[in-house]
């Protein structure tokens, strides 16, 4: 698209403004959000957009019927249509309840080292029933898939987000994924360059660095990304990281050596370039937001992902242009791309027979939003019996287990449930199969997280170990802390365990594995969801279990 035609009409503070992503919640009101330090009031939401003409929003949290009306009521704010982004690697439901729950992508590995074809059809499935809900509320911009390389089990952000430790197949899985989009006006995300798999540093909390040389990165780190960009990825997410082979002084965001003399240059990636959430410590503690931002552009970003305040981004990039450290030249080569994006998502609207119904694009500042013509999204595409049947294939076919099964009844037992955070654990409630299967073999449920553990509460009671442990974003560690261990390792030094269910982290298994009693039988799922709970407890246990609702045949 031509920088003149896309120039033109807009002053130069709301051309700013389209290179700005900020986060806001996915509820309704304002008494619900749940960070007000990185989520905007409505009032100021709308402030934002209006006078500063925001590209976009990231959502998180609400359920599927919110979420359909918050995008619309976003839309109806912004002046120029705006991108709706969500982290959903695992699927609609991962963040937004009601919608289909993936596992972990780190489960089609699993599948992949017996049936490659098998794993490739279950990742391309992933993708284009995540971009079909995803559509169907509202969010058009897929932050997915992850293409980094998880060959360090100690990496505590990427971990089981990541297709596995082998790039070949990490590449071909996320060129499934990315094919499963593409029958749909929707974007997706290769995500995070240049590879962040090979850290043992979360970059949520600080800089990673990684001093392989260039040669070890074209064969692993680099690979999968080539090929998402031959298979025609709309954008490609930046890493908090310091790779000393490329730039020995600037994060991958911070730095051209990066962004376009790697990635434009000799990648020949032409799409949108997004940073990682600016707010995050790989590269806030290291640089003011000020300076932050313009590096960023500097460095051949397009889009900046939640600065700290997006008032202080526009101010800090516009008096960069007028102190000559910018050009606005070179915000219009990226109001250019953001343009030609914004043309993909805003040609077509999505209509409730899954057809598609064709609009005349106008970027001149009026608004076309994607949705279908009798103002009511589709919701009927949301957790299909075909979803749901996938979800269960995929946790089925990555599931593992062994020891002396089925699991006997008991009396006077104890099902030990035990997670990383009590107060942050949306996969357990009171009828849950992790609960109530268990309490129908005689294991009463008991539930702690990782701060409270003691095996001074229990006197020669029969236990069932359910640990939901996994690496994510934040924790720090891959999981297991060092109290964590002390208690697990003794806890196994006992008699009291007869059965272990792991859900998350094969890294996590493998610990266990080298402590566990081999008569002793265990599971493992890389799910953590209420299905992922039952096919594990169901076949601990012996029993057949079936949670198919054929939801077709109640609409």
């Given at each position: 698209m031509d920088k003149a035609m896309v120039s033109s009409h807009l002053s130069l503070r709301k051309k700013i403004g389209q290179l700005i992503v900020v986060r806001t919640t996915g509820y309704i009101f304002d008494h619900q959000i749940r960070y007000p330090t990185w989520e905007a009031t409505q009032s100021q939401l709308k402030i934002w957009l209006a006078e500063l003409n925001l590209g976009g929003v990231i959502l998180l949290g609400g359920s599927?019927?919110?979420?359909?009306?918050?995008?619309?009521?976003?839309?109806?704010?912004?002046?120029?249509?705006?991108?709706?982004?969500?982290?959903?690697?695992?699927?609609?439901?991962?963040?937004?309840?009601?919608?289909?729950?993936?596992?972990?992508?780190?489960?089609?590995?699993?599948?992949?080292?017996?049936?490659?074809?098998?794993?490739?059809?279950?990742?391309?499935?992933?993708?284009?029933?995540?971009?079909?809900?995803?559509?169907?509320?509202?969010?058009?911009?897929?932050?997915?898939?992850?293409?980094?390389?998880?060959?360090?089990?100690?990496?505590?952000?990427?971990?089981?987000?990541?297709?596995?430790?082998?790039?070949?197949?990490?590449?071909?899985?996320?060129?499934?994924?990315?094919?499963?989009?593409?029958?749909?006006?929707?974007?997706?995300?290769?995500?995070?360059?240049?590879?962040?798999?090979?850290?043992?540093?979360?970059?949520?909390?600080?800089?990673?660095?990684?001093?392989?040389?260039?040669?070890?990165?074209?064969?692993?780190?680099?690979?999968?990304?080539?090929?998402?960009?031959?298979?025609?990825?709309?954008?490609?997410?930046?890493?908090?990281?310091?790779?000393?082979?490329?730039?020995?002084?600037?994060?991958?965001?911070?730095?051209?050596?990066?962004?376009t003399e790697l990635l434009r240059k000799k990648m020949g990636f032409q799409g949108l370039i997004v940073t990682d959430a600016l707010i995050m410590g790989g590269v806030s503690k290291y640089a003011s937001q000020e300076e932050i931002v313009v590096k960023a552009i500097q460095a051949g970003a397009d889009i900046l992902l939640m600065p700290e305040n997006p008032l202080t981004a526009v101010n800090a990039i516009e008096k960069a242009i007028d102190d000559g450290i910018l050009s606005e030249e070179r915000i219009d080569e990226s109001l250019a791309r953001i343009y030609q994006a914004k043309a993909k998502l805003f040609s077509a609207s999505f209509n409730s027979e899954e057809n598609f119904v064709s609009m005349t694009p106008n970027l001149e500042g009026k608004k076309i939003i994607s949705f279908p013509k009798d103002d009511n999204q589709p919701m009927d595409v949301i957790s299909t019996s075909e979803a749901i049947a996938t979800v269960n294939e995929i946790l089925e076919q990555s599931m593992s287990q062994d020891g002396k099964l089925p699991l006997q009844a008991t009396d006077q037992a104890i099902n030990l449930v035990v997670v990383h955070d009590l107060l942050n654990c949306d996969f357990l409630d009171r009828q849950t199969p992790s609960v109530t299967i268990p309490e129908s073999y005689g294991y009463q449920t008991q539930l702690f997280d990782h701060r409270n553990l003691s095996l001074a509460q229990y006197k020669d009671q029969p236990i069932l170990l359910q640990a939901f442990i996994r690496g994510n974003p934040f924790l720090g560690n891959g999981g297991l802390t060092d109290s964590g261990k002390a208690f697990y390792e003794e806890l196994l030094t006992t008699n009291y365990i007869k059965g272990i269910i792991i859900y998350g982290s094969p890294y996590i298994l493998d610990w266990f594995l080298q402590r566990l009693n081999p008569d002793i039988p265990w599971l493992f799922s890389y799910g953590q969801m209420k299905e992922a709970q039952n096919l594990a407890c169901g076949q601990l246990f012996g029993v057949s279990t079936d949670l198919n609702i054929e939801k077709d045949n109640f609409l």
């Amino acid at each position: 698209m031509d920088k003149a035609m896309v120039s033109s009409h807009l002053s130069l503070r709301k051309k700013i403004g389209q290179l700005i992503v900020v986060r806001t919640t996915g509820y309704i009101f304002d008494h619900q959000i749940r960070y007000p330090t990185w989520e905007a009031t409505q009032s100021q939401l709308k402030i934002w957009l209006a006078e500063l003409n925001l590209g976009g929003v990231i959502l998180l949290g609400g359920s599927c019927g919110e979420i359909a009306y918050r995008t619309k009521q976003l839309q109806s704010w912004a002046k120029t249509p705006l991108f709706v982004a969500a982290d959903i690697e695992e699927g609609v439901g991962q963040r937004f309840t009601g919608a289909s729950w993936f596992p972990p992508p780190m489960a089609l590995s699993k599948i992949a080292e017996f049936n490659l074809m098998d794993a490739k059809k279950y990742a391309e499935k992933m993708g284009n029933i995540t971009a079909r809900e995803a559509l169907a509320i509202g969010i058009n911009w897929i932050l997915a898939p992850i293409t980094d390389v998880n060959n360090n089990p100690d990496n505590p952000v990427i971990n089981v987000r990541s297709f596995g430790d082998n790039p070949q197949v990490v590449g071909d899985l996320a060129e499934a994924f990315i094919d499963g989009c593409k029958p749909y006006p929707i974007l997706t995300t290769a995500k995070h360059f240049p590879g962040h798999g090979d850290t043992s540093t979360d970059s949520h909390l600080d800089l990673p660095k990684i001093n392989h040389n260039l040669h070890r990165l074209q064969e692993i780190e680099l690979l999968p990304f080539q090929q998402a960009i031959n298979k025609g990825v709309d954008s490609i997410m930046t890493a908090h990281m310091l790779v000393e082979a490329l730039d020995c002084v600037n994060p991958a965001t911070l730095s051209y050596s990066v962004l376009t003399e790697l990635l434009r240059k000799k990648m020949g990636f032409q799409g949108l370039i997004v940073t990682d959430a600016l707010i995050m410590g790989g590269v806030s503690k290291y640089a003011s937001q000020e300076e932050i931002v313009v590096k960023a552009i500097q460095a051949g970003a397009d889009i900046l992902l939640m600065p700290e305040n997006p008032l202080t981004a526009v101010n800090a990039i516009e008096k960069a242009i007028d102190d000559g450290i910018l050009s606005e030249e070179r915000i219009d080569e990226s109001l250019a791309r953001i343009y030609q994006a914004k043309a993909k998502l805003f040609s077509a609207s999505f209509n409730s027979e899954e057809n598609f119904v064709s609009m005349t694009p106008n970027l001149e500042g009026k608004k076309i939003i994607s949705f279908p013509k009798d103002d009511n999204q589709p919701m009927d595409v949301i957790s299909t019996s075909e979803a749901i049947a996938t979800v269960n294939e995929i946790l089925e076919q990555s599931m593992s287990q062994d020891g002396k099964l089925p699991l006997q009844a008991t009396d006077q037992a104890i099902n030990l449930v035990v997670v990383h955070d009590l107060l942050n654990c949306d996969f357990l409630d009171r009828q849950t199969p992790s609960v109530t299967i268990p309490e129908s073999y005689g294991y009463q449920t008991q539930l702690f997280d990782h701060r409270n553990l003691s095996l001074a509460q229990y006197k020669d009671q029969p236990i069932l170990l359910q640990a939901f442990i996994r690496g994510n974003p934040f924790l720090g560690n891959g999981g297991l802390t060092d109290s964590g261990k002390a208690f697990y390792e003794e806890l196994l030094t006992t008699n009291y365990i007869k059965g272990i269910i792991i859900y998350g982290s094969p890294y996590i298994l493998d610990w266990f594995l080298q402590r566990l009693n081999p008569d002793i039988p265990w599971l493992f799922s890389y799910g953590q969801m209420k299905e992922a709970q039952n096919l594990a407890c169901g076949q601990l246990f012996g029993v057949s279990t079936d949670l198919n609702i054929e939801k077709d045949n109640f609409l």
